[in-house]
Nanobody, 123 residues
Framework: VQLQASGGGLVQAGGSLRLSCAAS????????MGWFRQTPGKEREFVAATSGRGDSTSYSDSVKGRFTISKDNAKNTVYLQMNSLKPEDTAVYYC?????????????????WGQGTQVTVSS
C-alpha cells in the first residue's frame, strides 16, 4: 500500500488549503482514512478521520468547523479542506489508512502512512 500526500504549502492566516492523499490500495472503500499532523518535538496529533464509505467523519476540537475531510472512493483519494487557517495549524500533515471500515483518533490504529506534506501558516 502506498499513500501519496500533496497540497501543502505556505499560506497566510485566514487562508485555505486543500490536501489530497491518493492511495494505491484495492477495496479503498473498505478502509477508514485519517489525517494527522506533527510539529518538531511533539507527538503526532489527530486531525480528522472518515469511515470507509465516507459517511462518518470525526474531527479534533482544534479544527472542528474549519476543516473538512472527504473521501472519493472512485478515485482512491481522501481530501482535507482547511479553511480559516491559523499559525498554530503549521505542521507536517500525514494521511493514513486503517484496515477497518470504522475510523479512529488513535494513530496506532493506522497501518499505512503517507510521506507527509508541510503546511505553513504565516501570521
Amino acid at each position: 500500500v502506498q499513500l501519496q500526500a500533496s497540497g501543502g504549502g505556505l499560506v497566510q492566516a485566514g487562508g485555505s488549503l486543500r490536501l489530497s492523499c491518493a492511495a494505491s490500495v484495492r477495496t479503498f472503500s473498505s478502509y477508514a482514512m485519517g489525517w494527522f499532523r506533527q510539529t518538531p518535538g511533539k507527538e503526532r496529533e489527530f486531525v480528522a478521520a472518515t469511515s470507509g464509505r465516507g459517511d462518518s467523519t470525526s474531527y479534533s476540537d482544534s479544527v472542528k468547523g474549519r476543516f473538512t475531510i472527504s473521501k472519493d472512493n472512485a478515485k482512491n483519494t481522501v481530501y482535507l479542506q482547511m479553511n480559516s487557517l491559523k499559525p498554530e495549524d503549521t505542521a507536517v500533515y500525514y494521511c493514513a489508512v486503517r484496515l477497518y471500515s470504522s475510523s479512529s483518533y488513535d494513530p496506532n490504529q493506522y497501518t499505512y502512512w503517507g510521506q507527509g506534506t508541510q503546511v505553513t501558516v504565516s501570521s
